[in-house]
């Protein structure tokens, strides 16, 4: 019988193997009443995790907050308009916080609103230099689509923890969008239902009140649509807002003052030369081609 694992691990595989492997050690002792963070620092030595990723998760643990459940009749019809993301993260408040920024503005197109000590709001880049990046995407294939596209406003709350280490919680807001899909459902569900009472004060006989249900069954359905259709967009921010955690917790946090900034009107300068450049050579192809 030919092996259930192949020659090569898959990062799944590996991930429920090393999961399995921690819950047996874990059930061969006996840890009585409880653990001090002490001994589950000496432990995980023993058995040969770094202290510094131990001291981490135990940080996660200590910082974890349980989310919310939906909110209203309209978190649970169409889907929340608020998203949380949070994780411990290595770095000065300082370095995460230039780090954060210069990950929003090349992969978000946000930039920042508003910084305190601790606490930073990032907007939308404005709508002309939001568009030349869009052109420029469009000749970049290795780049995807923003996810934070349709979110009005992002904060960071950065809270230093032990040396070296941050809580970073990330919010987002999408209330604008989300009430545009509510007013376009309720549009359609309205519609349908005063078209229907209109056709069932002119038709007397039972057929034709029948059909004059129809509208009012086609404006119901379109409007759930309408409103589900905003699920997709608030998944993708949520994951957005992981992505940005995931990319802090990969790479350590530029040290304070190595984060390089440049002037606004020098970065748009930058994009439309770029996006000049790109223009140019796609019509020099259709010209050589003809």
């Not at 009585?32 to 998760?57: D, F, M, R, Y």
């Not at 934070?148 to 230093?160: F, H, K, N, V, Y």
């Amino acid at each position: 019988m030919p092996p259930n694992l192949p020659a090569r691990i898959d990062r799944a595989t590996f991930d429920r193997v090393l999961q399995r492997a921690a819950e047996l050690q874990a059930a061969s002792r006996d840890i009585g009443e409880g653990l001090s963070e002490e001994e589950v620092l000496a432990l995980g030595t023993e058995v040969g995790i770094p202290s510094h990723l131990l001291k981490q998760a135990l940080l996660e643990e200590r910082t974890r907050v349980v989310p919310a459940g939906p909110q209203g009749m309209l978190d649970n019809w169409v889907a929340p308009a608020d998203f949380r993301a949070e994780r411990v993260v290595q770095g000065t408040q300082e370095s995460i916080a230039a780090a954060l920024t210069q990950w929003l503005d090349k992969h978000e197109h946000f930039i920042v609103q508003r910084a305190t000590v601790g606490r930073v709001t990032y907007e939308p880049l404005d709508s002309f230099a939001d568009a030349m990046r869009k052109i420029k995407r469009l000749f970049d294939g290795s780049r995807s689509r923003p996810y934070q596209e349709r979110t009005e406003l992002l904060t960071a709350i950065i809270t230093p923890l032990e040396d070296g280490f941050c809580h970073v919680s990330l919010n987002a807001e999408l209330r604008k969008c989300r009430t545009s899909y509510v007013a376009g459902a309720t549009v359609l569900g309205v519609g349908g239902m005063a078209f229907t009472v209109g056709l069932l004060a002119l038709v007397t006989i039972p057929a034709g009140q029948l059909l004059a249900l129809l509208p009012a069954a086609a404006g119901l359905g379109g409007a759930t649509l309408t409103a589900r259709a905003f699920r997709p967009i608030a998944s993708r921010a949520q994951l957005g807002l992981e992505r940005a955690l995931d990319e802090l917790e990969r790479r350590p946090a530029l040290a304070a003052g190595t984060a390089s900034s440049s002037p606004r009107a020098q970065g748009i300068a930058r994009e439309v030369g770029q996006v000049v450049k790109e223009l140019t050579r796609e019509v020099r192809k259709a010209l050589e081609e003809k």
